[in-house]
């Protein structure tokens, strides 16, 4: 089982990234998946999550007020990938990205990806 993640890089404010998310070993369907990151000295904080399908959660979407508007997270289930699109790119979003997949209580995390935001 695992996550690799990737598509960070360094871009300049203004610009956009999409980060990969591709799972092996189980169905991103069936988990929820989320993205979280982390910046220099600041504690984890969850950015967004796109619920597993199911009768009572059907893929549904949340994010943090902070990248609403600016943040998409999506699912391509051919791919076994999640996305996490990224527009409007501010220092502010300088972090490392993690993904996470999670059903009840078991998760499971990826490496990271960074993202830098800077001219």
């Known amino acids: 089982l695992q996550l690799v993640e990737s598509g960070g890089g360094l871009v300049q404010p203004g610009g956009l990234l999409r980060l990969s998310c591709a799972a092996s070993?189980?169905?991103?369907?069936?988990?929820?998946m989320s993205w979280y990151r982390q910046a220099p000295g600041k504690e984890l904080e969850l950015v967004a999550v796109i619920n597993r399908e199911d009768l009572t959660t059907d893929g549904t979407t949340n994010y943090t007020d902070s990248v609403k508007g600016r943040f998409t997270i999506s699912r391509d289930n051919a791919k076994n990938t999640v996305y996490l699109q990224i527009n409007i790119l501010k220092p502010a979003d300088t972090a490392v990205y993690y993904c996470?997949?999670?059903?009840?209580?078991?998760?499971?995390w990826g490496q990271g990806t960074q993202v830098t935001v800077s001219s």
């Open positions: 996470k997949a999670a059903v009840r209580r078991w998760s499971l």
């Open positions: 070993g189980f169905t991103v369907s069936n988990y929820d």
